[in-house]
């Protein structure tokens, strides 16, 4: 009797259950669409497209095949512009954690108590995104041009000999990086230590711990997240960055990223299957790295 009951039940719950699974699944389906048209297709495009071969025929022309070639060809080639690119954005990912965890650290933590005087310095943490990003960096490259303010200081000092600008080497391309995405940093550390309870802080100053001992045991871990989220918002978008390495800007030819290499193959010399090679080893060692650095900060479930 009771099995004939708990049947019953079952029963009448399935068409529940298969009725919300439908308007789930109906919910998704613009996402989906969105996903399939803008990301999957675009990517089966890049990757047919990398593996064109030369037209026998027709000089220009690139015709579809398994020309696996391209991609040790574009390894070969542009090493030396890869191995930049990752030092320039993993350096300038550290520069902007400098910078960015004491910004989000005294808007979140010093500031809380001053909700106005907080929520002007988030204004101006994110104002920057209110002027186009090339302006931004046509900006700098006035500042350290050779009439610059910058290198005639720095000239009067004896650091910069006559006529010799900040701009073209890989101190600018890296300043460049680092101040345009120094929100992307400051902003994700910045929501995990405004939602930190400072209760835990002052628990460790009533256990006799100095300052760094509660920064290093108490505010640190528990800012991990965003660290992380800042760490990868900024490493992979500098990684792939073409506009402040490019000679239009604060870069040279000495300054050349991979970024660069893409735009050029793309617009310019129009090869596209090196330059969609490129493209997508650029995103498999991406993938990679900030794997590694996910697996080892310990942080896998926030992925």
């Known amino acids: 009797m009771a099995f004939t009951a708990f049947s019953s039940s079952t029963a009448a719950t399935e068409p529940v259950v298969r009725r919300k699974s439908r308007a789930a699944l109906f919910l998704l389906l613009p996402g989906i669409f969105y996903l399939i048209l803008f990301f999957v297709t675009p990517l089966i495009s890049l990757v047919i497209t990398s593996l064109q071969a030369p037209d026998p025929l027709v000089f220009g022309r690139f015709v579809n095949a398994l020309n696996w070639q391209n991609y040790a060809a574009v390894i070969e080639l542009y090493g030396?512009?890869?191995v930049r690119s990752a030092g320039y954005a993993a350096l300038a990912t550290l520069f902007a954690l400098l910078i960015g965890f004491p910004l989000a650290y005294f808007i979140g933590i010093t500031l809380r108590p001053y909700p106005l005087l907080q929520s002007l310095a988030l204004v101006l943490v994110i104002a920057p995104f209110f002027i186009s990003f090339l302006l931004r960096t046509l900006a700098w490259k006035q500042i350290f041009s050779t009439e610059g303010p910058v290198?005639?200081?720095?000239?009067?000092?004896?650091?910069?000999?006559?006529?010799?600008?900040i701009t073209g080497t890989a101190f600018s391309v890296i300043f460049g990086l680092t101040y345009n995405f120094i929100p992307f940093m400051t902003l994700p550390i910045y929501a995990t230590l405004a939602s930190l309870d400072l209760r835990l802080l002052e628990a460790g100053n009533d256990l006799y711990g100095s300052p760094a001992t509660t920064f290093r045991t108490v505010t640190l871990p528990l800012s991990t997240a965003g660290v992380l989220a800042g760490t990868l918002l900024t490493f992979i978008p500098a990684a792939g960055d073409?506009?402040?390495?490019?000679?239009?800007?604060?870069?040279?030819?000495?300054?050349?990223?991979?970024?660069?290499?893409?735009?050029?193959?793309?617009?310019?010399l129009q090869n596209f299957p090196a330059a969609a090679s490129l493209s997508l080893l650029l995103m498999a060692a991406i993938l990679v790295l900030v794997a590694l650095y996910v697996k080892r900060s310990g942080t896998e479930d926030l992925l």
């Not at 290198?151 to 600008?165: K, Y």
């Not at 290499?261 to 617009?267: A, K, R, S």
Request: cysteine-free; charged content about 10%; glycine content about 14%.
């Open 80 to 82: 030396e512009q890869s």
């Open 151 to 165: 290198s005639g200081i720095l000239s009067s000092l004896g650091v910069l000999g006559p006529g010799q600008a």
């Open 242 to 268: 073409y506009i402040n390495a490019s000679r239009e800007f604060l870069g040279s030819a000495d300054t050349t990223m991979i970024g660069n290499v893409i735009e050029t193959n793309f617009l310019v």
